[in-house]
């Protein structure tokens, strides 16, 4: 089954709003990231918070992390068209050996 | 640097045909990894390698598919013989350090359609 959930599924905002993605996981993680796809496309990196942090920044990305809750939230400040993607979240989990599970991703549209 | 090249970038093949993709990962990265994504199933992480040797397989979901990665700028994923249900499209990552612990570059994918 899936490590990482998503929510919401789908979010729809108006250019210029803040958009907020959240991830549950179900294990304890070594680390967490945040990947961004757009249509047809591979998917690209856009922040890596490890289990021992708990906020990091990136421009106007900013990711928060609570292993008590086992969840992390995506904000995107003051959204732009060119945002329109799917979010995923995914952890690298150490069991027997390390581990990497997407969620199920969200998919935005921003409207200019 | 041109990133992670994936061949074929779309494939349409018959069931019970052999099928071979193909990766090059970003010059001078260690790791190396196969992903499947599926519109049922999402993203899934098939096998890994770490300096061109294969880590972890166990998302590799049948027998019927296999991995090698040469030396360090050749990867592939054979699946023999190919079933309708093996539709999806593959993505081959490659990362600097050891596997998860930094960001992966993802390659644009091979569209695999088994009819």
């Known amino acids: 089954s899936q490590q990482g959930e998503e929510d919401p599924q789908a979010l729809s905002i108006q250019e210029g709003e803040n958009a907020t993605m959240n991830c549950s996981y179900k294990?304890?993680?070594?680390?967490l990231q945040w990947y961004r796809q757009n249509s047809g496309r591979g998917l690209v990196h856009l922040i890596l918070?490890?289990?021992?942090?708990r906020e990091k920044h990136s421009g106007r990305l900013r990711v928060t992390l609570d292993t008590s809750k086992k969840s992390s939230s995506l904000l995107i400040t003051a959204s732009r068209a060119a945002d329109t993607a799917s979010y995923f979240c995914a952890t690298d989990v150490f069991n027997t050996g390390n581990q990497f599970y997407f969620g199920t991703g969200t998919s935005l549209t921003v409207i200019p | 640097d041109a990133g992670v090249i994936q061949s074929p970038r779309h494939e349409v093949t018959e069931m019970g045909q052999e099928v071979t993709l193909r990766c090059k990962p970003i010059?001078?990265?260690?790791?190396l990894f196969w992903y499947r994504q599926t519109m049922m199933r999402g993203l899934e992480l098939l096998i890994y390698f770490n300096n061109n040797v294969p880590i972890d397989d166990s998302g590799m979901p049948e027998d019927r598919f296999s991995a090698k990665m040469p030396n360090a700028s050749f990867s592939t994923l054979k699946i023999q013989p190919s079933e309708p249900r093996d539709s999806a499209v593959y993505f081959c990552?490659?990362?600097?350090?050891?596997?998860?612990?930094?960001?992966?570059?993802f390659g644009p994918g091979t569209r695999l359609t088994v009819t």
């Open positions: 294990t304890s993680i070594n680390n």
């Open positions: 990552a490659s990362s600097l350090t050891a596997p998860f612990e930094a960001e992966q570059y």
């Open positions: 010059s001078g990265h260690n790791s």
């Open positions: 918070i490890r289990s021992n942090e």
